[in-house]
């Protein structure tokens, strides 16, 4: 899967890795596997035939983001891990829970246990488990999403998001003359900095530990832009993409009105995507197999970034939060641990074994 460069503007090639998956699910008996589409973005639903809504569901994502070389979709192993783009997040994940799936209902025909695959957590997840969610239907018992945590921390609590557009106009004007327009990147980069001072109140004068001191807003400007493209012309309008996380009593509104304020009229700033912070409510079940299958303490941490966590939970269905070790996300030298995959494997198996009362 690695190898299939999944991202958001090939989507020849997110088809090409559900077909993968799918020739690897669709020969197990008594399974149904349901194909939807929303807006490009295609999902993969996979259960019993006659069981609509399984008491568990293994959740993941097969799309990866971008990266700027476009051949670097390629993997390798080294020192017992597994690299390349998407290794840890989270196509190793998926192989780990399609493996689990096939086994489970060869030992246990019916079981209730689902699957479910889409292809726009890195966009946000709308087209993708919100979709199945709120316009398919699908339910689940507990979820259980191997995208974020480790091995033996299970995430109970997820920082809220706000991806937003803000936008800055100007006044066109010859490069020679400055004095003639109104620059509107120089008038941005203004407002960027009076933004970035105003979350610099938030951290911790002592260096960021997580788990520690990693619990307060961030604002991270992610894309700076302008459609100008003459090197001596003053451009009229720029705009910037920030990416906003927050921990409660903070919500989408009230960051939302706090951010308006800093950056003060003349500007717009339009979210792009939202996401409340979010208590995953994990079943004490998974606490109790991943202790006995690791022989490890597990601590209950709070995150930082977000996941397809925060769909379940908005209908009060709990959700299993953890994942192998991994390391470097998001980079060409991502990489997940093998070891630690045949763990979680078991850890799942035993969790799902005791919720079900499977022998």
């Known amino acids: 899967m690695i190898l299939i460069p999944s991202t958001e503007s090939r989507p020849?090639?997110?088809?090409?890795?559900?077909?993968?998956?799918?020739?690897?699910?669709?020969?197990?008996?008594g399974l149904r596997l349901d194909r939807y589409e929303r807006n490009g973005h295609q999902s993969l639903v996979v259960r019993p035939v006659d069981c609509e809504s399984p008491e568990v569901l293994l959740c993941g994502h097969l799309d990866v983001i971008e990266h700027s070389e476009r051949d670097g979709y390629h993997s390798h192993v080294e020192n017992g891990r597994i690299y390349g783009p998407g290794s840890g997040d989270m196509k190793g994940q998926i192989a780990i829970m399609v493996e689990l799936m096939k086994s489970l209902h060869r030992r246990h025909p019916g079981a209730s246990v689902g699957l479910a695959i889409t292809s726009?957590?890195?966009?946000?997840?709308?087209?993708?488990?919100?979709?199945?969610?709120?316009?398919?239907?699908?339910?689940?018992?507990?979820?259980?999403?191997?995208?974020?945590?480790?091995?033996?921390d299970i995430t109970v609590e997820e920082k809220g998001v706000i991806h937003a557009r803000i936008t800055q106009t100007g006044r066109e004007g010859h490069g020679a003359r400055?004095?003639?327009?109104?620059?509107?990147?120089e008038r941005l980069l203004i407002r960027l900095s009076r933004l970035g001072n105003h979350f610099a109140t938030?951290?911790?004068?002592?260096?960021?530990?997580?788990?520690?001191?990693?619990?307060?807003?961030?604002?991270?400007?992610?894309?700076?832009?302008?459609e100008n493209t003459t090197v001596n012309r003053i451009p009229s309008r720029a705009?910037?993409?920030?990416?906003?996380?927050?921990?409660?009593?903070?919500?989408?509104?009230?960051?939302?009105?706090?951010?308006?304020?800093?950056?003060?009229?003349?500007?717009?700033?339009?979210?792009?995507?939202?996401?409340?912070?979010?208590?995953l409510a994990p079943d004490p079940l998974f606490r109790r197999a991943t202790e006995e299958v690791t022989g490890q303490p597990v601590a209950m941490v709070r995150a930082s970034g977000g996941s397809d966590g925060r769909f379940f939970r908005a209908h009060n269905i709990p959700v299993n939060l953890s994942?192998?070790?991994?390391?470097?996300?998001?980079?060409?030298d991502e990489w997940i641990d093998i070891e630690s995959m045949v763990t979680y494997y078991r850890i799942c198996k035993r969790y799902i074994a005791s919720r079900l009362s499977l022998d």
């Open 12 to 29: 020849d090639e997110r088809t090409r890795c559900f077909e993968f998956l799918r020739h690897h699910l669709d020969a197990s008996e």
């Open 120 to 152: 726009d957590e890195e966009r946000g997840g709308a087209d993708g488990v919100r979709f199945l969610i709120e316009d398919v239907g699908l339910r689940c018992g507990v979820a259980i999403i191997p995208d974020g945590g480790s091995l033996c």
């Open 178 to 185: 400055p004095w003639l327009g109104e620059n509107a990147i």
């Open 202 to 226: 938030y951290w911790p004068s002592e260096p960021i530990e997580e788990q520690v001191n990693h619990w307060f807003p961030t604002c991270s400007i992610t894309i700076c832009e302008t």
């Open 239 to 279: 705009s910037a993409v920030v990416d906003i996380r927050f921990p409660p009593p903070h919500d989408v509104a009230s960051m939302m009105a706090e951010v308006t304020d800093v950056l003060g009229p003349g500007c717009t700033v339009e979210p792009l995507m939202t996401a409340e912070p979010t208590h």
């Open 323 to 332: 994942r192998p070790f991994v390391g470097n996300l998001h980079s060409i």
